[in-house]
T-cell receptor, first 116, second 117 residues
């Protein structure tokens, strides 16, 4: 596929459980971003990867959230001990380079997480 | 720090009527500006962007936006809307001088455009 893909598209879990959300960026894109979109709000930045390293994780709300990108391509967002307030749509975006502010970020369709 | 305000959460309009979606931003540094669109059950797509040069930028489907530095605005307009323009529209900014070498986007809350026949 040519675009950013995210799996699963929907995830329902119970409070306290662990979840993993996956993002497959566009092939060759070195920059990868995670955003979170709560109901009625715009996306909010969570974390940015340039290659394999997390260059900025300042948007992660707390230490229950963690993300990896071990081979510089696929990324996984991990949430421990989920809470109802974590319910949101989690968006992944990639761009060909993070080093130019004008580079377009291409977004995936998102994963809708619902914590019961 | 930057912030983006979209003054209207919802804009209902009849088909073939003109529309303006408002966006204002706050920033102590220069920014690039973007409009993204999210059609029902689809991901965010870039509609248009302002980086430099002419303050009026256009998209391929008839939308345009004008960067007004003095008013810190980047309003989106279309002279005649179609049913297919029904979507959520997000205004976003990022600093022109990268901090840390990357460009995280700061989004507004979005405006839902509903085009009625």
């Amino acid at each position: 596929g040519a675009g950013v893909s995210q799996t699963p598209s929907n995830k329902v879990t119970e409070k306290g459980k662990y979840v993993e959300l996956r993002c497959d960026p566009i092939s060759g894109h070195t920059a990868l971003y995670w955003y979170r979109q709560s109901l009625g709000q715009g996306p909010e930045f969570l974390i940015y990867f340039q290659g394999t390293g997390a260059a900025d994780d300042s948007g992660l709300p707390n230490d229950r959230f963690f993300a990896v990108r071990p081979e510089g391509s696929v990324s996984t967002l991990k949430i421990q001990r989920t809470e109802r307030g974590d319910s949101a749509v989690y968006l992944c975006a990639s761009s060909s380079s993070g080093t130019s502010g004008g580079n377009e970020q291409f977004f995936g369709p998102g994963t809708r997480l619902t914590v019961l | 720090a930057q912030s983006v305000t979209q003054l209207d959460s919802q804009v209902p309009v009849f088909e073939e009527a003109p529309v303006e979606l408002r966006c204002n931003y706050s920033s102590s540094v220069s920014v690039y500006l973007f409009w993204y669109v999210q059609y029902p059950n689809q991901g965010l797509q870039l509609l248009l962007k302002y980086l430099s040069g002419s303050t009026l930028v256009e998209s391929i489907n008839g939308f345009e936006a004008e960067f007004n530095k003095s008013q810190t605005s980047f309003h989106l307009r279309k002279p005649s809307v179609h049913i297919s323009d029904t979507a959520e529209y997000f205004c976003a900014v990022t600093p022109t001088r990268l901090s840390g070498g990357y460009n995280k986007l700061i989004f507004g809350a979005g405006t839902r455009l509903a085009v009625h026949p």
